[in-house]
C-alpha cells in the first residue's frame, strides 16, 4: 500500500504562484510514477502533470501548459507541482496520484493510489 499526501494548497490572487508537494510511502519513491489532477465544482477530474519514476518523461494538460511545471526529488521522498501565472479557473481541489507501473501519465484510471487532495483558490 502507498500513502500519498498531498500540501501547499491555499488562497492566492490571480497572476501570482503557488508550489505544492506531494509526497508518497509505503513504496520506494523513486519506482513510483507520479500525477497531479484536479477538480472542481460539478467538473469532471482532469490531469494536471505528471512525471516518469525517474524525472525524465513529464506531461502537462492543455489548461496548465507553460505555466506549470512539475518536478521530482527524489532523495527527499517529493514531487513538486510549481504553478505560477494561476487564474481564477485553475480554482480546484488539487489531488496527488500514484503507481509503480509504467504508465501513460495523463490517463486517470492507471493511478493506484491517491491523495485527499489540497484546496487551491484563485481570486480574480
Known amino acids: 500500500q502507498v500513502h500519498v499526501r498531498e500540501s501547499g494548497g491555499g488562497l492566492v490572487q490571480a497572476g501570482n504562484s503557488l508550489r505544492l508537494s506531494c509526497t508518497a510511502s509505503?513504496?520506494?519513491?523513486?519506482?513510483?510514477?507520479i500525477g497531479w489532477f484536479r477538480q472542481a465544482p460539478g467538473k469532471e477530474r482532469e490531469f494536471v502533470a505528471g512525471?516518469?519514476?525517474?524525472?525524465?518523461?513529464?506531461a502537462y494538460g492543455d489548461p496548465v501548459k507553460g505555466r506549470f511545471s512539475i518536478s521530482r526529488d527524489n532523495a527527499k521522498n517529493t514531487v513538486y507541482l510549481q504553478m505560477n501565472s494561476l487564474k481564477p479557473e485553475d480554482t480546484a481541489v488539487y489531488y496527488c496520484?500514484?503507481?509503480?507501473?509504467?504508465?501513460?501519465?495523463?490517463?486517470?484510471?492507471?493511478?493506484?493510489?491517491w491523495g485527499q487532495g489540497t484546496q487551491v483558490t484563485v481570486s480574480s
Open positions: 496520484a500514484a503507481t509503480n507501473s509504467r504508465i501513460v501519465l495523463s490517463i486517470r484510471p492507471n493511478y493506484d493510489y
Open positions: 509505503g513504496r520506494t519513491f523513486s519506482s513510483l510514477d
Open positions: 512525471i516518469s519514476w525517474g524525472g525524465d518523461s513529464q
